[in-house]
């Protein structure tokens, strides 16, 4: 940067051999050096008029002394010392205008700034570029030069005696050493090993070597020293004849003003001239080591004066200045940048190899680095995600997501059996009363059922499923009989009718007993279906007579015999229905989850443990069922249900066949009948009671507990729970009007309880209090038979709801099944608190098929929380006295 490839005249090759020192020079004693001819003419150019605006004014110093040597330059320790040579100057301090014949009025340059030419230090990590020195700044008093080189100082210039002294090699490289830590905190950039074009070469290959061992870290730093700066005009007529000649160009200059193009574009600098290079250090003498032209060893560029960089910032660009002459070179020679040449080349010679390499050549010499990878990880993680948004979005698009609807209230879906039409309710749509099985008529009367598989049971059009059916025939706790025989249909309730994204399903099973009141509190909720994007589907199943008589008439006239459970064959009918078409209400078959309560959970878990519900549902919930199960054959119950053939006053299975619905439920025995739960009685049969639920050979071919410790329950889980006082009911609650502590101890005395002398310690369990009652025949009818259930299942959780609410305090019944299903009614902050906590308990278990880990496996007490902190000390009570399972609830 900044070099010429000068072709330089007879005097100037003269002047550039004299420069040439050998390794120890000696001083000229005889007169000043004569200077080269073009480091007078670009010591001769006129300042310009920003020069002189920025110049500071000199200040003579009055301890200078003059100096009569002529400048000479001495290496020693790899430093080199440049001495500038003094002119002759008269009494006054002023050259002598007769030594410089035809030299304008101005000024030469360095004798305007009268003082040394010196490179400006770069600080730490910057780029050395040419013309960065300092220029407006006194000269300190240790070295400030390029790699801490020492410019010996004209007195004459500055107006007063030059300095006695000048400071050695050893002290500059000693300067050099300590300056050296701070110049190379920058960086990369810092360690920029740039040459000074313009140095003294070493005389020797051996020479150079030694400056290198001694002062290397000094070399590698060292800064370009400008041709201004190197090289001042002698005194003689030469000198001032030639540097008249070269000012007339510049004065000039200012009148042909080429266009500026900035500082960057001045300041550009080829690649190739930035990296250094490692190159072997030749010997002084050598005909390819120019300095001028910067063949220096490592190639290193150095700086040039200010007046370089001013010339430069003058001219348009460095490329235009070749047409001007006189303005960077000698005579008008082109200045010429064999850096950018040698960097053109060889970019030329890259761009050739790479286009005679294959692709996969060059993709395989290329070494990956970290960042490299991460871009590459970062598009095709981009490319993916687009390649999915596109596919999800066009995808979709191929089929509706959600039906449309009509009029605002009415939406329409298929069935296999054809298209029904639901209406819209708090939010969600309901299709009440469609169909799924044959109608149990007829000669299907006491058959199991059989799914619509013949376009004879279909409809025609579209079925407008808006209204309830009736449901089967069922006896409620008051006495009253209603029903219809034709009943087997189900309602579903869902938030919206869509093919993506299905949302889980829960089948309500409700019945207080096996002979009614059926769905009881498992009724729908529309306004909960949209709340927790939940499917409820309520079918309708046989009860009573219809649902469940197992007689030897109705067992031999059937292929295979068998008779009983009809209202099972009811509810995997129903299931299979779901499977195959809740897809088109929005729901996943998958993801089927039985809720049953009371009766309906005793059933739940009796299709649980049957092989002909595999695959049909995927878990169970079952709140406050019974715990007994039929284990005897099925001739054994044949015999003890005949008593309902003499009531019906019947000998065969054409005569129950013709009789009319209402006759078949008048005949029922009053000891199949509901019954209100209370303390066994010190003389209640255990055995005698009637079990609705028999062992078929078809449903149920053995016991649920069999199945159980077997563990072949089809991979179902069980959530099993109830109320603490489960067992409260009006029909006790009325027995006495005060339940007083005396009337609870005469009734807990009355039962099997004071038969086994155990009312005592049972009174100092509960209380003796009509809270304290219910709680203690819940424990022995319900809630410990079903404790000693979830031992035997190994995927079974359990549970206990202790919250009170009402008038009487107490956990009832329908406590927990109310709050999941949103009909409870919460008075107080503790209550709101356990309805939160059993909906959350309950829906996670129906979207994710799991409790919640923390609670996973537990005795949960569900009161204000659920806490795994149930306490089973009474249980074991009762079970240790044999109460527990004997006297358990069967319905």
Known sequence: MGETDEKETAPAAATTNDTQKPETPTPNVDGPEVESKETEKLLGNTPTDEEEEKRPPASPTADDKPQTKASSENVANGEEIINIPEEAVNGDGKKDAAEEPGKTDKPNKVQAEEREVKPKKVPAGAFKLPGFFNKNKDKPKEADGADNELLEKNGPENGGEGKEGTKTAGEEGKTGAEDKPKRTAGGFFANLKLRNPFAKKPATAETAGEAADKGGAEEEEKDEVTAEATDKPSVGEEAGGDATEEKKPVEEEPEVQAPRKGLLEALR??????????????????????????????????????????????DADTKDTVDKPGANGTDGEVLVKPEDKEAKDKAAEAEEDAQERSLLQRVQSYRCSVDDIAIIAGVVIFLILVALIIAFTFVGKSEPITAPVRDGKYIETVTNCGRVEGILEDGSFAFRGIPYAVPPVGPNRWKAAQPIESIEHCWNGTLKAHNSTPVCWQIYADGKVDGAEDCLTLDVITPHVRYDNPLPVVVLVGAESFTGDSPGKLRPSTRYARARDVIFVRPNFRLNVFGFLALEQLTKSTHPPTSGNYGLTDLIVALKWIQLNIPHFGGDPKSVTLFGHRAGGTIVTALASSNKTTKLFARTWVSSGASIFPGKPLADSEKENALYMSKIRCEDTNCLMEKEDEDILDAVPDVWRRTFPDLPAADENATARHEWLVLDGNIMQQHPADVWSADVSNNVRYVIGSTTHEAHNTKLQLKYTDWTAELVTRHVNESIVGKLNLTEEALRRYNATYQGLVAMVSDIRTICPLLTITQKLQSSQFYVVSQTGGELAIADVDSDVQAILGRYEPKTPEQRRYVSAIQQLFYHYVSHGEIKHELRKKLLDIGQDALPTYNTDNCLFWIKNDVVPRYARLD
């Open 269 to 314: 600098v080829p690649l190739a001239s930035i990296i250094p290079k490692r190159f072997k250090p030749v010997a002084s003498g050598d005909p390819d080591d120019d300095i001028e032209l910067g063949k220096t060893p490592k190639n290193r560029a150095g700086l040039a004066s200010m007046e370089t960089l001013d010339d430069s910032l003058k």
